[in-house]
C-alpha cells in the first residue's frame, strides 16, 4: 500500500482479554517499529524488527507483551492478560533500513482497556 | 539512554507570525528527525536531519550536530501548522527516542 496501515483503528477490551494489534508496512520497507503514545506524551519505543528478527525488543514493558513479523512485511503485536494502563494508542513506523532511518508512521491502534 | 528536550512546551501565535522550536539531546545522535502530529494523531515525517539545513516550503531545520541542538523553523504560520511537533533522535535504523513535544496553536 501507499502507507502504513494499522488495524484495529480502535480496540476496547475488558481487564484480562488477549488483543492482537496488525502493522502493514510500506512495501519494500525492511525496518518496522512499535511504538505507544500515552495521552501528552511523545511515543515511547517498544520494539524494532529488521526484516524477521526482533533486533531490539528493549522497550516492551514486560512479557505480556510480543510481537512478531514472519514473512518480514506484516507485524503483530499481541497483548495477553491486558491491563488499564496498557490503553494507549500503538503506533507503528517503518523504513527503508540500511542506514536510511526516515520513519513513515501509521495512524494508529487506539486501545482501551476497561 | 539518550534524553531529549524540547522547547517551548507550548506556543499560541497568530496567524501569519514565525517561530522557533528547539530540541536539545543529551548524547550524540547521527539520526534525527521532526514529526509533525496533527489534531488527528497522525505523526508526518517533516524532516530528516542529522546535520546541517533543509527548507520545505515554509518550513526549515537545522542540526547543529557537534552541540546536541536541533531547530525547527516555521515561518507565516497557518492554522493548519497547529499541532504537537516532535523531535526524535537515534543511531542508523535503531530506536528513536522520542521528546515530549512542542503544542502548537495557530490562531486566526
Known amino acids: 500500500g501507499a502507507g502504513v496501515s494499522q488495524t484495529p483503528s480502535n480496540k476496547v477490551t475488558e481487564k484480562g482479554k488477549y488483543v492482537e494489534l496488525r502493522c502493514d508496512p510500506i512495501?519494500?520497507?525492511?525496518?518496522l517499529y512499535w511504538y505507544r503514545q500515552s495521552l501528552g506524551q511523545g511515543p515511547e519505543f517498544l520494539i524494532y524488527f529488521q526484516g524477521t528478527g526482533a533486533a531490539d525488543d528493549s522497550g516492551l514493558p514486560n512479557d505480556r507483551f510480543f510481537a512478531v513479523r514472519p514473512e518480514g512485511s506484516v507485524s503483530t503485536l499481541k497483548i495477553q492478560r491486558t491491563e488499564r494502563g496498557d490503553s494507549a494508542v500503538y503506533l507503528c513506523a517503518s523504513s527503508f533500513g540500511g542506514g536510511h532511518g526516515e520513519l513513515f508512521f501509521g495512524e494508529g491502534s487506539r486501545l482501551t482497556v476497561l | 539512554g539518550i534524553q531529549v528536550e524540547q522547547s517551548p512546551p507550548d506556543l499560541i501565535l497568530q496567524e501569519g507570525a514565525n517561530s522557533t522550536l528547539r530540541c536539545n539531546f543529551s548524547?550524540?545522535?547521527?539520526?534525527l528527525q521532526w514529526f509533525h502530529q496533527n489534531p488527528w494523531g497522525q505523526l508526518i515525517n517533516l524532516f530528516y536531519i542529522p546535520s546541517g539545513t533543509k527548507q520545505n516550503g515554509r518550513l526549515s531545520a537545522t542540526t547543529v550536530a557537534t552541540e546536541r541542538y536541533s531547530l525547527l523553523y516555521i515561518s507565516s504560520s497557518q492554522t493548519t501548522d497547529s499541532g504537537v511537533y516532535f523531535c526524535?533522535?537515534?543511531?542508523?535504523?535503531?530506536?528513536?527516542?522520542f521528546g515530549t513535544g512542542t503544542r502548537l496553536t495557530i490562531i486566526p
Open positions: 526524535a533522535g537515534g543511531f542508523g535504523n535503531e530506536k528513536l527516542t
Open positions: 548524547d550524540s545522535v547521527n539520526n
Open positions: 512495501s519494500g520497507h525492511t525496518a
